[in-house]
Every structure is written in structure tokens, then in C-alpha cells.
């Protein structure tokens, strides 16, 4: 029996062995930018222009999404709302939320936007149960459609930029080696 043991023990180190050799350094960045442009690049993107309406930056919208209760206070007249901070954290907000998604997806910068997206997604999640009355969910209900559930699976897809970088097929690989390269 144990011999068997050993016998299935050596086949798994080398089996995947093998195939984390052969995927190290390019595939994990890779995935996890892929997976992001197709579940959460359309939503950032399209959130954000929700946030832009014609000629007025930002948009009354996007004091309603990002800060409520001081477009509620103000009757969503944005030239009435102090442009220090609310403006500002408008701005910010919208601006990050433009660019971010997109460097991590060209895979440039990425740890810097991954690290970025991961505020910007506790940020969000602070907004939508405070201002925005959303539930959380519970963790380990079996409902993985809740808030704290689809926020946790964003971040750890995040966190795997942050820790790995977007790998060999991205420009930071690319501003890399042309630095090394000099």
C-alpha cells in the first residue's frame, strides 16, 4: 500500500510538476487579466460612463453613485456642490475607474492598477451597503450571487495581479526588457 502511495505521489509531482513549469511566468497573469476583460471590464467601463453625461464632468450621475447623499443634499446641481472634496473624489473616482480596468487588461502597470482596483472595489462595496442600502450576503450560505461573495472573487482575481504580475504576454514584460535591455 505504500508503495502505491509513493508510486501516485512521485506521478503527481511530476505530472504537475511539469505543468507548473511549463505555465510559470506567463500563465497565471495572463488568465487573470483575461478573466477580468471579459467580467469586469465591461461592467467598470460601462459604470464609468454612466458617470459622463454630454458636456457636464462629472455628470450629476456620478455624484449620485459615488457620493448620494451630498447630490441629494445639493438637489443634483453639480455647480452647487463644493468642488473640494466632492469634485475631487468625483473625479478621481470616475477617472479611475476609466483607466484602471484598462491598464490592467493591456497588462501595464498592471500590480500598480491591481493594487488600485482592489480600493476601488472596497470603496465601491463601502458605497453600495452605506449610501446604496445593498445586502452583503454571508459568506459560506451557498449563494455565491451575493455582494460579499462576487467581491471576494473580484479581489482574489485582482490579488493574483498584485502578487504575479500580468506575466510574460503583457507591456510590463514588454518596459521590461527594454529596460533591462539599456
Known amino acids: 500500500m505504500q ?3 509513493k508510486r501516485m505521489t512521485g ?3 511530476c505530472l504537475f510538476g511539469a505543468l507548473e513549469a511549463r505555465t510559470d511566468g506567463w500563465f497565471i497573469g495572463l488568465s487573470a487579466r483575461l478573466w477580468f476583460a ?3 471590464l465591461p461592467y467598470y467601463l460601462n459604470s464609468a460612463m454612466t458617470k459622463v453625461a454630454g458636456d457636464s ?3 450629476a450621475g456620478a455624484f449620485a ?3 448620494p447623499s451630498i447630490a441629494d443634499q445639493y438637489l443634483y446641481d453639480t455647480a452647487a456642490i463644493p468642488f473640494f472634496p466632492w469634485h475631487i473624489i468625483v473625479i478621481a473616482g470616475t477617472l479611475a ?10 497588462g501595464l502597470f498592471t500590480r500598480l492598477g491591481a493594487l488600485g482596483m482592489i480600493g476601488f472595489v472596497a470603496v465601491q462595496t463601502v458605497v453600495d451597503i452605506t449610501a446604496h442600502g445593498a445586502a452583503t450576503g454571508a459568506l459560506f450560505d451557498g449563494q455565491p450571487d451575493q455582494l460579499i461573495d462576487q467581491r471576494m472573487l473580484w479581489v482574489f482575481v485582482l490579488l493574483m495581479l498584485v502578487i504575479k504580475g500580468a506575466g510574460k ?6 518596459l521590461a526588457r527594454r529596460m533591462r535591455d539599456r
Do not use: G, Y
Not at 169 to 174: A, E, G, K, R, Y
Open 3 to 5: 508503495t502505491a502511495i
Open 11 to 13: 506521478l503527481h509531482r
Open 38 to 40: 471579459a467580467i469586469l
Open 57 to 59: 464632468f462629472p455628470s
Open 65 to 67: 453613485q459615488i457620493v
Open 97 to 106: 475607474e476609466f483607466v484602471l480596468p484598462v491598464l490592467i487588461v493591456l
Open 169 to 174: 504576454f503583457s507591456l510590463d514584460h514588454v
